[in-house]
């Protein structure tokens, strides 16, 4: 089983930039979502999904977008990128509610 | 607003040496506190699921246990290879989804020393 994957695995990006990080999961979870994590901030959500066409924002939204077109896709578009979405990205599925995620591999982005 | 704090932020600890690493919370309606691994350069790792206060866990040389406060990861006669960071993350409040409140601490970072 492959899990959760991610892509790309590194990214650097001029500002104003916008750009797709890939999220793909074979395990048939209903939930899935995005989180990035700051050197002294802990992982924040970013947005979430319950399942294919229903998403919604989590702690840090702003200048992200998603969509679930199916149950296995949930990728994260940046809009025109700031030097301030530099991070680590980490998609992650659950298979319900109060259940152990599974993360990816992560995704560093450098935005310039 | 809820929070989970961690401690100590960094730990370093001679191979065989046990210890425990703290995580204290503050939230409205736990619905389950969860601690993951994370290797450098790796996402999160699940290790456990506490549900209720004096819940306990065990996995090789982990045993995680719940208080109405805090939560400890307790690690005995570590290995150099259980050197990562260890996360803590409370699940909170009442919504139809969860996820919405999940929250993390920062890690602790765990360094076994041969």
């Known amino acids: 089983n492959a899990g959760v994957t991610q892509t790309p695995k590194f990214q650097v990006l001029k500002t104003g930039q916008s750009m797709t990080l890939q999220c793909a999961q074979d395990?048939?979870?209903?939930?899935m979502s995005w989180y990035r994590q700051d050197p002294g901030m802990g992982l924040r959500l970013i947005h979430y999904?319950?399942?294919?066409?229903?998403?919604d924002q989590g702690e840090v939204p702003n200048g992200y977008n998603v969509s679930r077109s199916t149950t296995e896709d949930f990728p994260l578009r940046l809009l025109s990128a700031a030097p301030s979405q530099t991070s680590v990205y980490f998609c992650?599925?659950?298979?319900?509610?109060?259940?152990?995620?599974?993360f990816g591999q992560g995704t560093r982005l450098t935005v310039v | 607003e809820d929070q989970v704090t961690q401690s100590p932020e960094a730990l370093r600890l001679q191979e065989g040496e046990s210890s425990s690493l703290n995580c204290s919370y503050t939230?409205?309606?736990?619905?389950?506190l969860f601690w993951y691994r994370q290797d450098p350069g790796k996402g999160p790792e699940f290790l456990f699921t506490?549900?209720?206060a004096g819940e306990e866990k065990e996995k090789e040389r982990l045993k995680a246990t719940l208080t109405k406060k805090e939560s400890f990861l307790h690690i005995t006669a570590p290995k150099p290879e259980d050197s990562a960071t260890y996360l803590c993350?409370?699940?909170?409040?009442?919504?139809?989804?969860?996820?919405?409140?999940?929250?993390f601490g920062t890690g602790t970072r765990l360094t076994i020393i041969p």
């Open positions: 992650a599925s659950n298979a319900g509610v109060i259940t152990e995620a599974f």
């Open positions: 395990m048939n979870h209903e939930y």
């Open positions: 999904s319950v399942g294919a066409g229903i998403t």
């Open positions: 939230v409205s309606g736990l619905r389950g």
């Open positions: 506490l549900y209720s």
């Open positions: 993350a409370v699940q909170a409040g009442r919504s139809n989804f969860g996820n919405e409140k999940l929250t």
